[in-house]
């Protein structure tokens, strides 16, 4: 799913044992950027309706912000991250514990 190696930025070598998988990376990531685009849609809610601003409005502008940013970021981190390409999934698919 990596884009690094059509990019020219991998190396096609392994991640250390230690190193995080791309689930749980890109889970991470997700969590962290929807709280993010949450604050940042009510910004821009607060902006365009100004005095006009309802409670569901709110809830509107930033649940979507919250789901655009999160799956935006997790996708990124999916196609750019080292963690997530496929040697290295594979990798880690092997080493773990059933």
Known sequence: MSLRRWLGYSD????????????RLM??????????????????????????????????WA??????MSSTSAMLVGLLSPECEPQNIAAYDKTKPK
Do not use: E, N
């Not at 096609?12 to 689930?23: E, F, Q």
């Open 12 to 23: 096609g070598d392994l991640m250390r044992s230690d190193a995080k998988p791309c689930s």
């Open 27 to 60: 889970r991470q990531t997700a969590a962290i950027f929807s709280v993010g685009g949450g604050f940042a849609f009510w910004i821009f809610c607060r902006l365009h309706y100004g005095p006009r601003m309802t409670v569901p409005r709110i809830l509107r």
């Open 63 to 68: 649940a979507c912000g919250a789901v655009t």
